[in-house]
């Protein structure tokens, strides 16, 4: 579990492709690696991966073919900056919001403008994930924690004050570029509930 707090970015070093998974080796520093080991989870852009390797600079992970195709990872580069938290300890503050590391989906930046002192990011509303993704909820973009601002019928936007510009990759996106996206675990509970409530009402009604 995690909060939506970056800790730093880290840098894409090596992406070893192999028949049926895919090795990630990402640079990072020595303060969030000093007692991560192999086998503890890390979120990079918002995914939750596990250890396989690790040095005093770098750590290796290893990504599953549905977890490749399904995130930004399958478009990442050498050199990239990635967003990278370590996962919640239960002694810890909660001051994001509850982050599991599962995607639920891609989306496109739309729009970026500047706001006064904050960042105005707008991007595709995916027709699956509607009713998920509301004003002033929560919402999670390349690992983020962010509240969403605005929803339109095909759109829906964030706004980033300076830290979260500066401290994270969202700050040097372009246009046409995707993000990772986990909606908010809660609404997607009720969403469910809903459905599913709507197709037992619909059974007793006929």
Known sequence: MFTGLIQEQGKILKVNRKADTVQLTCQASEKILADYQIGDSM????????????TNSHFTVDIMPETFYRTTFSKLKINDQVNLERALSFHG???GHLVSGHIDTTVRLIEKRNH??????TFDYPKD????IIPQGSI???GVSLTVTDVQARS???SLIPHSK???NLGTLNRGEYVNVETDMIGKYIKAQAH???KVTGGFLQ
Not at 43 to 54: E, R
Not at 116 to 121: F, S
């Open 156 to 158: 829906f936007s964030v």
């Open 129 to 132: 994930q509607q009713g998920e």
């Open 116 to 121: 006064e002192n904050a960042l105005i990011l």
């Open 166 to 168: 500066d401290q994270t």
């Open 93 to 95: 503050r909660l001051e």
């Open 43 to 54: 979120a990079i852009n918002g995914v939750c991966l596990t250890a396989i390797a690790k």
């Open 196 to 198: 599913l409530t709507d």
């Open 140 to 142: 999670a973009i390349n």
